[in-house]
């Protein structure tokens, strides 16, 4: 059975970023926690092999339980920091968020194998240079080792996989898509359909961030809160059935839609 996937205008990734900003100031201070948090148990990778795991499994976890904070704000529910923990405790969804994970530690693997086949001359430079190496002279080694078809290819493959993965949270969590491989699917049909909708989106948010460089990046702990809200909106301008007062359920053969959605 397919999953039907509604499809926009480019100016709705403006939208969804304003549905965001419209969620996030209803309660800023618990969602800039709850982002700072994320990051804190991403960050817990560096420190070794178990604590890379246990993040990476942990992560989808702490994404869906912001997503059902940005949920029980659009209901006028308030929120607050504990609730990030909410589907650890969500029976029949444990299982597809734990697999989640292990997908993802899988496609981070493939990504290190193809980083090591792609620049293995960047390795081989960098291993032979002495301790007496003048930095300059290496860091000239290293970019003529490095290829523009090469560095073109795994930002190809990064992008992919980061575009398949985008979305599968909410489907496993929220629709209780089990097929890991169709969840992915969709997420990459999402992209096809509206990457003139989420280009925009991004592009929007790298100028934001950018823009926030002269100020230590400090900006950025309001603007991530605020797109991850937004990309959770586009999630459900894309997904999620709309059903309207007095109107029959949307058909699920309907694949574009008037953008119209509940921030």
């Known amino acids: 059975m397919s999953t039907p996937i509604r499809t926009f205008k480019a100016n709705m990734g403006l939208q969804w970023l304003k549905a ?5 100031r209803t309660q800023p201070v618990t969602f800039i926690f709850m982002y700072i948090f994320i990051v804190a148990v991403s960050l817990l990778a560096i ?6 795991v246990a993040a990476t499994l942990t992560g989808p976890f702490l994404s869906a339980g912001f997503y059902l904070a940005v949920i029980n704000k659009q209901v006028n529910k308030p929120i607050k920091l504990a609730d990030i923990f909410e589907p650890f405790g969500a029976k029949g969804r444990r299982l597809a968020l734990v697999r989640v994970g292990i997908y993802q530690m899988g496609a981070a693997v493939l990504l290190s194998l193809a980083a090591a086949g792609l620049f ?14 003048d930095p300059s002279i290496l860091l000239q080694n290293i970019v003529q080792s490095l ?15 980061m575009m398949a993965f985008a979305y599968v949270v909410p489907l496993v969590f929220f629709q209780g898509e089990k097929r890991m491989f169709h969840a992915m699917k969709c997420s990459l049909n999402a992209f096809y359909h509206n990457m003139g909708a989420l280009t925009v989106f991004g592009l929007v948010v790298a100028l934001l961030l950018l823009a926030s460089a002269p100020l230590s990046m400090i900006p950025a702990i309001i603007i991530m809160p605020v797109a991850l809200i937004g990309f959770f909106v586009s999630y459900q301008a ?26």
């Open 120 to 133: 293995s001359e960047v390795t081989t430079v960098m291993e032979t240079a002495g301790e007496n190496t």
């Open 147 to 161: 290829s523009m078809a090469d560095i073109a290819l795994y930002v190809i493959i990064h992008s992919f996989i």
């Open 238 to 263: 894309m997904f999620m059935p709309i059903t309207l007062p007095g109107d029959k359920p949307e058909s699920n053969n309907s694949k574009v839609d008037s953008g119209r959605f509940d921030a």
């Open 47 to 52: 420190l070794g092999p178990l604590f890379q």
């Open 20 to 24: 965001g900003w419209a969620i996030f």
